[in-house]
């Protein structure tokens, strides 16, 4: 395979390791900022990379729609494009074309559909989505499949992962092996486990350089993805990354790395930032509330990042109410810092073996603050 990862050390399910790519090393359990139109919304790509992070996530749904993939590969590539030099990962684009209701038609082939921005008709397959994320120059390429929409009946998640498993086989079969890149699968069949653990089966025998769960954080709640995920992981290759993803809170995050997760994305940190929520270590707050007008102290004593180092609560809140467009920024950048330290506490506590405890301590902390009302 063209990806190389390398386990260090593990703490039960939990592990630390390294995926070596064209553009860079991933240190796992890593947390992926969205930049889903190339950019990483209110960030500017040295920030991004001040908080931490080494991987961003792209998609190519809307990239294929503007400015076009040809388009991108013809100025270099989304690294040059988006001036971003380490690993990206795209989303294939399958789960923003299947929330297109009345928009698209579904086939065995694929998926036709009319454009959300100007009407145009455009077809997605497994070849097309490969081409796409080639063009791209993506390190991380996703399979093409259909994100099963929840509730589904047992029989309506069989019928849904069964055609993600074909188009996999054809995502595999389109991809172009190349040096420092690689190819995920996506384990899907809702909230059933024996058809999580056959989607697991027969992706492992199709073979990809890693191995993500798909079609949770979908309205389903935090006990049952674990469930979903305790029967899920077992069935994934020891020596391939796992990704999870579009999740998501901090907990969640905390609780998929203790079953086995190496890689997760979400836009929650970036979207809260932009509606006035920040992650703190003493519990979410919301920047709106006149509680904060008067607060001379930091946003979070504990976090380096310039919302937190140079200004003040009394601050923040009034950019917000005031509606000046660096509020979102700071929080923002204070959001992924925080979701970055958070994987960095995650690696350290797996090296030392007390993994447990971190999540113990982090359990804490959400429930001494707890998210504060709009």
């Given amino acids: 395979m063209t990806l190389r990862f390398t386990l260090s050390a593990t703490d039960g399910q939990a592990r630390l390791g390294r995926l070596e790519t064209a553009h860079g090393p991933i240190d796992t359990p890593a947390f992926m900022p969205v930049g889903t139109a190339a950019t990483v919304k209110a960030m500017l790509p040295q920030s991004v990379a001040a908080t931490g992070a080494q991987i961003v996530l792209g998609n190519t749904y809307h990239l294929m729609l503007r400015p076009g993939a040809e388009r991108i590969?013809?100025?270099?590539?989304?690294?040059?494009?988006?001036n971003w030099p380490g690993p990206i990962l795209t989303d294939s684009g399958g789960f923003q074309v299947m929330s297109l209701a009345g928009l698209r038609t579904m086939s065995e082939q694929g998926v036709?559909?009319?454009?959300?921005?100007?009407?145009?008709?455009?077809?997605?397959?497994?070849?097309r989505?490969?081409?796409?994320?080639?063009?791209l120059d993506a390190d991380i390429t996703m399979a093409f499949d259909e994100c099963t929409p929840f509730p589904a009946t047992h029989e309506e998640a069989e019928r849904s992962m069964r055609m993600s498993m074909r188009w996999a086989a054809r995502s595999k079969a389109a991809f172009q092996p190349r040096d420092g890149y690689g190819l995920f699968g996506i384990v899907q069949g809702g909230v059933y486990p024996d058809l999580r653990r056959g989607s697991a089966e027969i992706l492992t025998g199709i073979g990809f350089d890693g191995y993500a769960v798909g079609g949770l954080a979908v309205g389903e709640g935090q006990d049952t993805m674990f469930a979903v995920l305790d029967e899920t992981v077992p069935h994934l290759p020891a020596a391939n990354p796992r990704y999870l993803m579009g999740v998501g809170r901090p907990m969640d995050i905390v609780g998929a790395v203790l079953r086995g997760i190496d890689m997760f994305d979400c836009v929650m940190p970036t979207r809260s930032g932009r509606t006035a929520q920040a992650f703190t270590r003493s519990g979410t707050l919301n920047l709106r509330n006149a509680r904060h007008r008067d607060d001379?102290?930091?946003l979070d004593s504990g976090c380096g990042c310039p919302a937190c180092r140079d200004f003040s609560r009394a601050y923040l809140h009034h950019?917000?109410?005031?509606?000046?467009?660096?509020?979102?920024?700071?929080?923002?950048?204070?959001?992924?810092?925080?979701?970055?330290?958070?994987?960095?506490?995650?690696?350290?506590a797996i090296a030392a073996g007390r993994a447990e405890d971190f999540a113990r301590d982090v359990q804490a902390q959400e429930s001494r603050g707890g998210p504060e009302s709009p």
């Fill in 112 to 127: 036709v559909f009319r454009s959300h921005i100007d009407g145009s008709q455009h077809e997605l397959t497994p070849e």
């Fill in 319 to 348: 950019l917000i109410r005031s509606e000046e467009i660096l509020g979102p920024m700071l929080l923002t950048w204070h959001n992924i810092q925080y979701y970055q330290d958070l994987m960095l506490g995650l690696r350290t």
């Fill in 73 to 82: 590969a013809a100025l270099g590539g989304l690294h040059r494009f988006m």
């Fill in 296 to 298: 001379p102290a930091p």
């Fill in 129 to 135: 989505s490969m081409d796409i994320q080639r063009m």
